[in-house]
């Protein structure tokens, strides 16, 4: 079996390298392998390519990106790491048809997604005050109803949160993703200024309060969605290809990150 490298003169090969990271449950190596092959795979199916000018105009930019401007530092980069040219063309390849695949998704697609899943993109400013027991919540709750304190006096003074209770209990922005079940159904129904809560959570008790709930328009979120679409058609291409581990000696599909997803 091929050695990928020696150490303290022990030699590692290839397999052995590749059993650990599987065996620790890491597949990028994997994932992206696979991502790749299938990248170039559907765009000879698809007639899509990659033209001299486009190839050129990628390895000038993962030149600069890796600070090999010079020839003189490009051609050392080549020979310590034993690359040739037609590595880096066809790594260069890859860069320019995913680019190229990304280019394809419509601004009908975006706004479509848009319109579909717009309220997926909300985003809500907000702060919180969380304690230990559901009484002195409820209390805390009251005074803030009846307007006797600030919510930022009390969460510097009782919130046992320690990411938020030195500014005042703010959170910062939150998606529906980010805050889920009962709080985002709260949240998001919810207006600029209002409390919610006590409600309970792993940490305790928690009192929210609304600071804004901003609604994005399609200009503002156009290139978030491209990137979701593009993604997802990537996905789509991995999931379709005929993947065989050779190497592993075994025939069937080992689950990646994205199959668990």
């Excluded at 051609?75 to 066809?90: H, I, P, R, T």
């Excluded at 400013?125 to 005074?143: G, K, P």
């Excluded at 949160?161 to 703010?170: A, C, L, N, V």
Aim: proline content about 2%; glycine content about 6%.
């Amino acid at each position: 079996m091929t050695t990928l490298l020696s150490v303290d003169g022990a030699e590692i090969s290839i397999l052995t390298a590749l059993k650990w990271r599987l065996i620790s449950g890491d597949t990028s190596f994997f994932d992206e392998t696979i991502k790749n092959a299938a990248i170039v795979g559907h765009a000879a199916k698809s007639g899509i390519t990659a033209s001299a000018d486009e190839l050129q105009t990628f390895f000038n930019e993962l030149r600069y990106e890796l600070e090999l401007d010079k020839a003189d530092d490009l051609n050392a980069w080549l020979m310590e790491n034993k690359f040739d040219l037609k590595d880096v063309q066809d790594f260069c390849e890859i860069g320019v048809l995913r680019n190229k695949i990304r280019a394809g998704v419509a601004d009908s697609e975006i706004a479509d997604h848009y319109s579909a899943n717009k309220s997926s993109y909300d985003v809500a400013e907000l702060y919180s005050i969380t304690v230990e027991s559901e009484d002195t919540a409820n209390e805390l709750f009251a005074q803030l109803e009846e307007g006797d304190e600030s919510f930022q006096a009390l969460a510097v003074e009782h919130s046992i949160d320690g990411d938020t209770f030195r500014q005042g209990g703010f959170v910062g922005e939150v998606t529906r993703e980010t805050v889920r079940g009962e709080v985002e159904a709260a949240v998001f129904a919810a207006s600029p200024g209002d409390l919610i809560g006590p409600l309970k959570d792993e940490d305790g008790f928690t009192i929210y309060m609304v600071r804004t709930i901003i609604q994005p328009e399609l200009d503002a979120i156009r290139d978030t969605i491209h990137d979701e679409l593009f993604e997802a058609k990537i996905d789509e291409i991995t999931a379709s290809a005929k993947v065989v581990h050779s190497l592993l000696g075994i025939e069937e599909d080992i689950p990646t990150d994205d199959d668990e997803d």
